[in-house]
């Protein structure tokens, strides 16, 4: 009796396993055994677990993140940027949409057949201007969110958001009362943040952010060296630890930052000398906690980037100029690029888009056109087609990642609010 008891349990545990979060969310206020079983740690794995390693689905999970105005008729480019910059909120949303698209529909149609799940709408203060917030990294269905000095957590699978406590290394805006003179207003130190980072540490098996506090004073800009702090999802505050940056700055550049495989990416740039750089990708190791940097291949220095995960591996994208454009592959023969040399593996194009975003398929990439719509290019057949987003900040401002579902938390009872209209 005890053992037929067991396996119906088992049996139960499996299921339940391979339902959706928004299912188990409600098989939660079922049962307390069930409510106990879900939030239990081995339970979560191993629904992440199917959710990663499900090969009967035929669809891939796509989540972007894009603007819409609340009122369609406006048209006028000056009003929508004011709407975009200087915090609107009545007149638009920052959406984050889940779409779920066939990986076999082989059509001739012109879009792509797919289904938007959710329109989850990004909340204050995260909300205030689209131009500034950034996805810094996503990882087992939970992603991070900037806005500035503004770092947040969420999971949209379970409507999760947890809006992260204030920097300990970033300081307050210096105020010119603050000071006697012009001389000491200047010479005071003054702070900002650029690089913001997430991923997930294997060794202590937690989920970290990183984030990058970079110095300066002076009537001339002096730099200062740079400080880090990391937060652990789970504690309350950050904590500085002791790093050696490696480069002056980290720049911002359209789909590049990523976390790939225990690593976070951004591109930056080192000068060599006082009048010399060089451009190169800057690389934190979320369980050693240490910086690497990589150098980009020297014949692309004029070029644009970008930054993607091909076949399992880090891929360097370079294009430049107006669309119809060229887009050059680049790969690294060390997997995690800390090494070895770029070889340029292949060109896309010419497509009339303009800027890469991710690929879903070997052989498909997602691609923001002028419209500022995403579509999704086909290498092999050289095709184009249509997803149902689109947004109306300029194409850079747009995201799209490969989005897994899982039922993690990240700590805080906050919701995101869900859109039930159509974009």
């Known amino acids: 009796m005890m053992q037929s008891s067991k396996l119906a349990e ?33 339970f979560v794995a191993q629904n992440l677990s199917y959710s990663m390693n499900n090969k009967f689905t035929s669809s891939t999970c796509i989540l972007s993140k894009h603007t819409v105005l609340k009122d369609s008729n406006i048209t006028d480019r000056n009003e929508i940027l004011d709407i975009l910059t200087y915090g609107n909120n009545d007149k638009k949303q920052i959406l984050l949409s889940s779409l779920n698209f066939c990986n076999d529909h082989d059509g001739d149609d012109q879009e792509l057949f797919s289904v938007i799940k959710d329109n989850f709408i990004v909340p204050f203060p995260f909300d205030k201007c689209s131009l500034s917030l950034k996805i810094a990294g996503h990882c087992d269905g939970i992603i991070c969110l900037v806005n500035v000095e503004d770092v947040a957590l969420c999971n949209p699978s379970i409507k999760e958001f947890n809006h992260l406590p204030k920097s300990y290394l970033l300081l307050p805006p210096k105020n010119w009362d603050d000071y006697e003179n012009e001389d000491d207003y200047y010479e005071a130190l003054e702070s900002e943040s650029n690089a913001v980072g997430f991923g997930y540490d294997s060794k202590a098996n937690v989920y970290k952010v990183v984030r990058i506090v970079q110095f300066s004073s002076g009537y001339v800009f002096t730099s200062h060296p740079s400080r880090v702090e990391v937060y652990t999802l789970g504690a309350n505050c950050w904590r500085e630890i002791k790093a050696d940056v490696l480069v002056s700055t980290v720049c911002w550049s359209p789909s590049f930052e990523m976390y790939f495989k225990g690593i976070y990416y951004w591109d930056a740039y080192s000068y060599l000398t006082p009048r010399q750089y060089k451009d190169g990708i800057l690389a934190f190791d979320m369980s050693d906690e240490l910086f690497y940097l990589i150098y980009h291949p020297e014949t692309t220095r004029e070029f644009n980037k970008s930054l993607a995960v091909w076949k399992e591996s880090i891929a360097l994208i370079t294009y430049e100029g107006d669309a119809p454009k060229c887009f050059d592959l680049w790969l690294n023969e060390d997997s995690n690029c800390f090494k070895g040399l770029w070889t340029k593996y292949l060109t896309i194009g010419p497509v009339e888009v303009e800027i890469p975003l991710v690929f879903w398929k070997s052989n498909e990439i997602l691609m923001v056109n002028a419209d500022r719509r995403i579509v999704s290019y086909n290498l092999d057949i050289q095709t184009l087609k249509r997803l149902p987003i689109h947004g109306v900040e300029d194409p850079e401002y747009i995201y799209a990642i490969i989005y897994v579902s899982s039922i993690i938390s990240v700590n805080r009872d906050n919701k995101l609010e869900c859109m039930t209209t159509s974009i």
């Open 10 to 42: 088992e049996i139960v545990v499996q299921f339940m396993s391979r339902l959706p979060p928004k299912a188990l969310m409600r098989f939660k206020c079922i049962r307390k055994s069930w409510y106990n079983l879900i939030n239990s740690p081995s």
